[in-house]
């Protein structure tokens, strides 16, 4: 490739970004005989995809038929009204449509490529069982996109930051101007770029423009930062849906060294043994498996903080109404970290069926001796409230005082809110803690608006030339809440945008 400055060095396609989306639309490219350059700012491909927990919602897929189940992407479509809430009324319906109609195929061009599924697992308020989950971890998507992206002759930079879009003469892009190594390189792409670079998750500058209240609180993807789309913008392109972002939730903070789960080599062989187990042995062989993955990953349930939990921070202070936004008062406080405490009515009731800790949807529950067994770091018990902030390094007598304040502060209010939701006082010893806890932003679908070939639109709503987007910030306005949407649609939209790319008429 020239240097900056230099002439016209090209390949046909450009993707920026080498998650799920981006290598998918790599693959499409090359089958299509582009010649295909992904650049990644990364050391390692995979982005949000390879932190996901992987599941995928389809309707009409190979593995509903061999269970039994009768679904349609017409039903698909109807049920994922149920999840889009405040802001349905700007959904891009057509991209739905379009997702909807295409999940059951992506699934099966998946699995094609090697990667397994167990399931389909019921994840309510689905009308049937459509979730397929990606075994034996999130890993498998980078692994075997940039397996088959390889083998169709991709080249996969690494380390390369895109941040300007080069305009060419007739208004469309001629290009990306990137970093790499401390140095500006230039690449030229004669039929088109696909943006692919996620979400702004992470992204302050935008969130403090579409949700300042959110804009202090760090994503999950500390990487996802919305350079798609700031560079689209900078270049003319419309923006739509910013508000809507997935947060804050709480989430207990990583284990020391990754779950076992994560650690498994997200081979071929792995995936079908565990998908034949899963399938035909009892759940309870993998219970030992499946939770080393659940406390590692996932947040208590906000019934545990209606049933009387109370959050403090690592002074011991309370600092919050449970009840109302606890995240955005997590992230306000030092080291922005926060406990659960609780007693052992609370405890017991936590311990076993119908009461859970923490769920992975139609998978399994997690329960308080769970954490006892695989999260050992976040588990706290103790006789007394004193010897119990001790344990998590709290100011001597501070949290007995936060809790005595609060119990007085319920028997004081017997019509509160929180004496509505049936929150009793924190009494009856031993007395045990959750955390730390902290509070991230998952997900943000706001994106550029794109067509049904997921062009880019410029402000007045022409197409940009030469400008595709795919998967996260190729929304378009499709809103994807609920589970396993956001990565079907990054594959489906990347394989498309990369299809299309590909076809379009070479730059003069
Ligand atoms: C904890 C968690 C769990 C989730 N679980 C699920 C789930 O179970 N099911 C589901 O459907 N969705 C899930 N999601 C959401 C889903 O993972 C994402 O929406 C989806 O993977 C986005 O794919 P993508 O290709 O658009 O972005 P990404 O996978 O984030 O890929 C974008 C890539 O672009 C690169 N990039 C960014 N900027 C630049 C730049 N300037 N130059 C070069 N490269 C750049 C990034 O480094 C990254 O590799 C989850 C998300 C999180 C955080």
């Known amino acids: 490739m020239k240097r900056a400055g230099a002439g016209d060095a090209a390949v046909d396609v450009i993707v920026v970004g080498g998650g799920a989306s981006g290598l998918s639309a790599a693959i499409e490219a090359a089958a299509a005989g582009a010649r295909t350059l992904v650049l990644e700012k990364n050391a390692m491909p995979g982005g949000s995809s390879r932190l996901s927990v992987g599941s995928i919602n389809a309707a009409g897929s190979s593995l509903q038929k061999r269970a ?21 009324s700007r959904e891009n319906l057509a991209l739905r449509r379009l997702l909807v109609d295409n999940a059951a195929e992506t699934l099966e061009w998946l699995m094609s490529l090697g990667l397994c599924f167990y399931g389909p697992t019921a994840d309510p308020p689905h009308r049937h069982p459509r979730m397929h989950n990606v075994v034996p971890n999130s890993r498998a998507y980078p692994y075997c996109l940039g397996r088959e992206a390889r083998r169709r002759g991709v080249e996969i930079r690494l380390g390369a930051r895109v941040d300007e879009l080069l305009r060419a003469p007739d208004g469309g892009v001629r290009g990306v101007s990137a970093l790499i190594d401390g140095e500006r390189v230039q690449f030229q792409a004669r039929r088109g770029v696909v943006l692919a ?7 302050s500058e935008m969130k403090q423009r579409f ?9 999950v993807n500390p990487t996802a930062t919305g350079d798609g789309h700031r560079m689209a913008e900078a270049f003319g392109a419309q923006l739509v849906n ?25 081979s071929w062989w792995l995936g079908q043994l565990m998908q034949l187990s899963l399938n035909h042995l009892p759940i309870r062989w993998f219970r030992p498996f499946v939770m080393a993955f659940m406390t590692a990953s996932l947040g208590p349930e906000a019934a545990m903080l209606r049933a009387g939990a109370v959050l403090v921070n690592a002074e011991g202070r309370r600092f919050t109404d449970e009840l109302a936004q606890p995240g955005l008062a997590i992230a306000q406080q030092p080291r922005g970290l926060a406990w659960l405490v609780f007693d052992s009515r609370v405890a017991q009731m936590f311990s076993a069926p119908p009461h859970h800790v923490s769920t992975a949807p139609g998978v399994a529950f997690a329960y308080l001796p769970d954490y006892l067994r695989h999260r050992k770091d976040l588990y706290h018990r103790a006789e007394n409230l004193d010897a119990l902030g001790a344990g ?23 019509s509160s809110k929180a004496a509505a939701a049936g929150r009793g006082a924190v009494t009856e010893g031993p007395f045990y803690a959750l955390g730390p806890l902290e509070s991230r932003i998952v997900i943000t679908d706001g994106a550029l608006a794109v067509n049904t070939s997921h062009q880019v639109l410029a402000t007045g709503g022409a197409v940009i030339p030469r400008l595709y987007a795919a998967g996260s910030v190729g929304q378009g306005g499709a809103l994807l809440a609920g589970n396993g949407h956001h990565i079907v649609w990054a594959v489906t939209s990347g394989r498309r945008a990369g299809r299309f790319a590909a076809q379009a008429p070479q730059r003069a």
């Open 68 to 88: 039994g189940i009768v679904d349609t992407p017409d039903e698909h479509f109807e049920d994922m009204d149920r999840f889009t809430g405040a802001f349905s």
């Open 197 to 203: 670079a996620g979400d702004y998750s992470n992204g």
């Open 211 to 219: 949700r300042p209240e959110l804009a202090g609180i760090p994503g």
């Open 242 to 266: 910013g508000e809507v972002v997935y947060g804050p939730g709480l989430r207990f903070v990583e284990p020391a060294r990754p779950s076992l789960v994560r650690r498994l080599p997200p």
């Open 392 to 414: 998590m390094g709290m100011p001597a007598g501070a949290l007995r005082q936060a809790i005595q304040a609060h119990n007085a502060q319920l028997a004081g209010e017997p």
